[in-house]
């Protein structure tokens, strides 16, 4: 068998959701995705200079051979990698068609059935303890056990702060700001209202989106302590390792980080040195799922759990549920697509996500039927659907 050609279909959801088909000459078609970026669709298509005439099922083969072509390292990141990894998982889509096998049974087989996710809620209409309180109790009601609230877009709504003002949309990520007493107060009060309304036995995760400082951030851990977080992700900006490690081992919470960092390489320094307690890469944007799979494996020779981080259609969440039904430290999957109402209707059939958990099917391949119709009314104006 041999891939005849690769084509790509970029839809606007809440994020930016990159395609990819992969055609053979057997007859059979792959689908993958990318994680977002600015390029990463023209990477793809390029990539066929580089695949068409090879044998789909050697995959990890073919992986070096993109990194080669893009960068020729193995630590490389960035676009490049988003576009390897949407291809990576297409490519297993046809291993397991031509082979008749769900994706997992080629990963090593699965430690479990169904793959846990947790609800990302953003934050609240309002940076108030009530509608903070709102949002958990919908997700909650929709059968997740578990959710998440990012604490790091609240401030200038309440604060006013000029610097921190993108657009009106919040706030501009990417910088760093002390974190007041005032900011300080209110995080714990929204914070604490989550926590009270869904009682103890939902997990509660808190994302900082790379914005403190380390001692404010280790502060901030202090006092959100009482609340028993499942984590506190992304406390400091993603870059320095020894400076999140400062973090971690002065935290009463758990520090889980991972979704800007690409590769195994990548990825190494901070699983090694324990910088985290969790880890988290983002699947099609890490180098795919063998490359997700060998991450998970070298943090679980330090007992680190892997989480997966998400953002993605119901395409690369169904792919990365295989990889993470593959692990033998998996801990739980992000779900970030609350407020997109077609997100079930993107596949054919029954909802990915249910009660919290994605089944995984007993298909060959990714095992799902991609809705055209529904992806052709999202196709962005500047792509194309599979042309
Ligand atoms: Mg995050």
Known sequence: ???????????????????????????????????YGGGVETIVRRM???????????????YQKMIRATSGA???????????????????????????????????????TAIRTYADCGHGDEPTPASWAERARGAVAKGFSAIK??????????????????????????????IAKGEMDLIVSLVGAVREEIGPAIDFAVDCHWNYNTRDV???????EPFKLMWLEDPTPPD????????????????????????????????????????????????????????????????MPFAAHNVSSPIATLAAAHACASMRNFMIMEFHGQDVD???????????????????????????????????AHVRPDSTFFE
Request: with cysteine.
């Open 48 to 62: 066929k200079n580089v695949l068409v005439g090879e044998d789909p099922h050697n995959i990890d083969w073919l």
């Open 149 to 178: 609230f990012d604490i790091d877009n609240i401030a200038p709504k309440r604060f006013g702060d000029p610097y921190h003002v993108s657009g009106g949309a919040g706030w501009l990520q990417g910088q760093q700001h002390p």
């Open 218 to 224: 280790i502060t901030l851990a202090r006092e959100l």
């Open 240 to 303: 320095n390792i020894e400076a999140l490690k400062r973090v971690t081992d002065n935290s009463p919470v758990p520090i889980c980080c991972g979704e800007n960092h690409y590769t195994r390489h990548g990825l190494r320094e901070m699983i090694v040195s324990q910088a985290v307690d969790i880890i988290q890469p983002d699947v099609p944007r890490v180098g795919g799922l063998l490359e997700a799979k060998k991450v998970a494996d070298l943090a679980d020779i330090y007992y």
């Open 1 to 35: 068998m041999k891939i005849t050609d690769i084509k790509t279909a970029s839809l606007q959801a809440n994020f930016e959701w990159i395609l990819v088909r992969v055609t053979t000459d057997e007859g059979l078609v792959g689908l993958g995705e990318c994680y």
């Open 74 to 112: 193995g630590s490389m990141g960035g676009a490049a990698v988003n576009a390897i990894s949407g291809i990576e998982i297409a490519l297993w889509d046809i291993a397991g068609q031509a082979l008749k096998t769900p994706i997992y049974n080629l990963l090593g087989g699965r430690y479990r």
């Open 342 to 376: 077609w997100w079930d209707d993107l596949v054919v059939g029954d909802p990915i996500i249910q009660d919290g958990y994605v089944t995984l099917p007993n298909k060959p391949g990714l095992g799902l039927t991609l809705n055209e119709d529904v992806a052709r």
